[in-house]
């Protein structure tokens, strides 16, 4: 069947990720698609001999294309969409990784769901490391498992369904226009708001069908930027509630949508500080826990010791009690044979 699935994944420098971005797709049930590899490194070479290792079938479906010069990390995406135009996109960044139902399942509910301009699905939130030529596992867990819808209002809050969980409509990303390229970060949460304020969407909750993967490792390309450049992405946020709180205002209406955005940061940043709080308490509460056990282990320690130190003393004292026994009956016999060698007994 002629491809129906965009697959734009953006790299640079990164074979390590980029192998496992590879397998991620490559391992999908659903086959009809293109994946389009954005290479912001412009040195293909490297990339072309990691395809080299995929079979006939997942290397005919790749499309290797360069960035364009001083492209900025958001606008890199725009080499992607131009070299390839289907039913529908979705971004699989070289770091992230798909569970192999993830588009057998989305565009299963896009096809059944014409009116929606794109799915979510719940994903997990993966901490890992990489280690020379190893990525390591830290933690993964659900990224927010109490939502189980996708909304506007919920997305004005915070961004909790991140690019590699999405399966965008072609036709709606090129009516609204996709990510905006002048921004530095966050550039899918703000379309993410177009897109919401503009059609529905849907959420596939049951299971995580996508990973979000996170690393602290800012001293080279490894980072995830989320994690490295939180400061940034704090900043382009305010940036971006700021920009639409002004142009309501200079549109002379009442900016509810824009009063909502200003209002959801001043949560936002309540809500972090109650949570580091409580991460403070909990961090307490897990040292007191974890002296309490230690001193609770050194009795315990101490009374299997004096317990010890008991069975010795009984045993000790069995043999003293046996040695005073026969030392009484050895005198009992003593005293008979005296007093019968000296005719005082009979």
């Not at 590879?22 to 391992?27: E, G, K, P, T």
């Not at 009795?299 to 010795?312: A, K, T």
Request: aromatic share 8%; net charge negative; hydrophobic share 35%.
């Amino acid at each position: 069947m002629s491809p129906r699935v965009t697959i734009v994944t953006r790299t640079k420098n990164r074979p390590l990720l980029l192998a496992r971005a590879l397998q991620s797709v490559n391992a999908q049930t659903f086959r009809d698609y293109q994946h389009v590899i954005v290479d912001d490194a412009r040195n293909p070479e490297p990339i072309e001999r990691m395809l080299e290792g995929l079979d006939s079938e997942g290397r005919d479906k790749v499309l290797l294309v360069a960035s364009a010069e001083n492209t900025r990390r958001e606008g890199v995406v725009y080499a992607g969409l131009s070299a390839s135009h289907l039913q529908y996109l979705c971004i699989h960044d070289d770091d992230d990784t798909w569970e192999p139902h993830f588009l057998e399942k989305t565009v299963a509910w896009m096809d059944a769901h014409p009116e929606a301009g794109m799915v979510g699905v719940r994903c997990n939130l993966v901490k890992e490391k990489v280690e020379e030529t190893e990525i390591v596992e830290l933690e993964k867990a659900p990224l927010r498992p109490e939502l189980d819808s996708f909304t506007l209002l919920e997305t004005s809050y915070a961004n909790y369904v991140p690019p590699i969980a999405q399966l965008f409509r072609r036709a709606s990303v090129d009516r609204l226009g996709f990510w905006d390229s002048s921004l530095a970060t966050q550039a899918d949460w703000e379309f993410n708001l177009r897109m919401l304020a503009d059609s529905p969407a849907g959420f596939l909750g049951e299971e995580p069908l996508a990973n979000w993967h996170h690393r602290r490792q800012s001293e080279n390309e490894l980072d995830n930027s989320v994690v490295s450049e939180r400061s940034g992405h704090y900043n382009q946020n305010l940036l971006i509630r700021d920009s639409y709180l002004k142009r309501s205002l200079q549109q002379g209406d009442t900016g509810m949508f824009a009063t909502v955005l200003a209002q959801q940061v001043c949560i936002k940043t309540l809500r972090e500080e109650m949570n580091e709080k409580l991460q403070n308490a909990e961090d307490s509460r897990q040292m007191i826990h974890a002296s309490l056990v230690k001193t609770i282990l050194g009795q315990q320690e101490q009374l299997s010791r004096l317990h010890e130190e008991l069975q010795e003393i009984k045993v000790a004292n069995a043999e003293v009690l046996s040695v005073v026994k026969d030392l009484q009956s050895y005198q009992y016999r003593f005293r008979r044979r005296w007093n019968k060698l000296w005719g005082r007994g009979k």
